[in-house]
């Protein structure tokens, strides 16, 4: 884009709302700061510019003293003494002025700086520094080549000195610089001879390079502010994005607590009627106290219990899910068979596939150690993935559950059917809170969509891996590994009648007693 056009906002695309607000008011921002500005730059640049001028006359002034002294000393064998003397003596003071102003520049705050004002002064300066270096220069210093061959040096070094230092004020290298190039071309232009007219060309020649390496440096400057004024206001926005987000966060953990304490006072309003009306409806349909005198009423307190029991599961599914989220679902961990485990989820729902008319497999690898880990939690996730199987897979289907050796040394659990499958793009959403993919929503059985994120959460606590695999049409299949650290390996007990082993040097000294506690814990096999 070029500078100061004005951005095509219409050519982004409607999703770019921010970036379109982002490129508006900078567009406004930098017009406004050009129509305050004296240099056509934001007033901070002006100030910028202004201090880097001040320090490099300052960083320089011990460089320009010397180079005074030594043209002042060199002129005075052609000029004399006291012409020399004269002239050193004023572009000494001139020096000092310029010194002086800019220590008082910098020493001074910036909402008290007129910019305009003091630019001015710079440029006035350098001018009659300029106009003091002129008349040296073209004071008569003789007719010889020598003498026009220094003339052109001296020329040369107070241009490119001064073109270096005043680079941030371009005005003012001119200023500094164009009188004594001009009065060098002017004074060997007189002379007439063609030597003098080319000394003549290579003065202004140099004029010319030397200004254009003073606006080189002056764009690298002004690039360089812009550069850091961005990101000052990326730093900004990110620091204004970062407290939002801060509250965001506050607001969600104020929320999130609200939520459990909802949930926390509801759980006991709920299942204390829920508790009378399972065990209510469970006596009138047993008849404990005699036959109903119409039958459709044993039928509904059949009903009445079924309905209850899953709300109490739903009830705890929620409940389950919300301290997961909430951090406070500690585990019981102990030493369990992921093996036994699944043989009786398998048992316990054998009886619902065989009456849907679906097959179950067991595949189930030997001799395989114990786990530690959460006995409830485990069985909680072998049952939601068993029971989303028989769901989703139809009559005549088949369900594998498998479990065996990962190739790291951990151990897995595998359920895998023939159902109708996910859609790739519907597995995030399945796995979320409350997910529920297109399938689920037209099956007849829906459920609130909490087996699959609570057991992933489950198996996430356990320091495993949940994956899973689905295709349209032909099946779906859920791996849960868990790692090689919680395969468990029991040694065998020690014998009563074993010689004791002497301790190592530094350790305590145990009893019979602690022997046998120590020999009957659990070691876990070290992970690969």
């Known amino acids: 884009m070029i500078p100061g056009e004005q951005p095509d906002l219409s050519a982004l695309p409607p999703e770019t709302s921010p970036v379109k607000r982002r490129l508006a008011s900078q567009h406004v921002r930098d017009a406004r700061d050009r129509l305050t500005s004296t240099s056509g730059t934001r007033p901070a640049f002006d100030y910028e510019l202004l201090r880097q001028y001040a320090q490099n006359r300052l960083s320089a002034s011990l460089v320009i003293l010397l180079l005074v002294a030594t043209i002042g000393f060199l002129s005075s064998l052609w000029t004399g003494a006291v012409t020399a003397g004269a002239w050193t003596a004023s572009v000494l003071v001139i020096h000092a002025v310029i010194v002086t102003k800019c220590k008082q520049f910098l020493e001074l705050p910036m909402s008290s700086i007129d910019a305009r004002a003091w630019r001015l002064r710079f440029i006035i300066l350098d001018l009659f520094y300029g106009l003091a270096w002129m008349f040296i220069l073209i004071h008569p210093v003789g007719t010889d080549e020598s003498s026009g061959t220094f003339m052109l040096f001296v020329m040369l070094l107070v241009v490119a000195v001064s073109s270096m230092l005043a680079s941030s004020l371009p005005i003012a290298a001119f200023a500094a610089t164009f009188p004594v ?163 009786d989820c398998h048992h316990l729902l054998k009886l619902r596939a065989t009456a849907r008319g679906i097959t179950m497999h067991e595949v189930y690898e030997p001799d395989l150690p114990r786990l530690w880990a959460d006995e409830r939690a485990l069985r909680q996730i072998c049952l939601n993935l068993l029971s989303n199987s028989i769901k989703f897979t139809p009559q005549g289907g088949e369900i594998w559950l498998k479990v065996g050796w990962t190739a790291s040394g951990g151990q897995y659990m595998s359920v895998k059917d023939t159902g109708a499958g996910i859609p790739e793009e519907e597995i995030p959403v399945v796995l979320a809170s409350f997910g529920q993919g297109s399938n689920s929503i037209k099956s007849a059985e829906q459920g609130a969509g909490l087996g699959l994120p609570i057991a992933k959460s489950l198996v996430d606590l356990h320091g495993g891996t949940f994956t899973l695999k689905s295709k349209l049409r032909i099946g779906t299949e859920v791996i849960v590994t868990f790692p090689p650290e919680r395969v468990v390996a029991a040694m065998a007990p020690m014998k009563e009648d074993a010689p004791p082993i002497a301790p190592a040097p530094g350790e305590p000294i145990l009893n019979s007693e602690e022997r046998r506690r120590l020999s009957r814990r659990p070691l876990f096999r070290a992970g690969t």
């Open 181 to 343: 190039t001009a009065a060098i071309a002017l004074d060997f232009a007189l002379q007439g001879a063609l030597r003098d007219y080319i000394l003549a060309i290579m003065a202004i020649t140099a004029q010319g390079y030397f200004a254009v390496l003073a606006y080189r440096l002056y764009s690298t400057t002004l690039a360089t502010l812009e550069a850091r004024a961005e990101k000052d206001a990326l730093i900004g926005e990110l620091e204004q994005a970062k407290m939002i987000s801060d509250e965001a966060r506050q607001r969600a953990e104020a929320a999130n607590i609200s939520k459990s304490r909802f949930l926390a006072q509801m759980s006991h309003e709920l299942r204390t009627p829920l508790n009378a009306i399972l065990g209510f409806s469970e006596v009138m349909k047993t008849e404990v106290f005699g036959e109903h005198s119409v039958a459709a009423y044993k039928e509904y307190s059949g009903d009445i219990h079924t309905s209850g029991v899953h709300l109490l599961g739903l009830i705890n599914e929620i409940l389950d899910l919300s301290r997961i989220e909430a951090g406070r679902y500690e585990l019981n961990e102990e030493s369990v068979s992921l093996m036994g485990i699944a043989e």
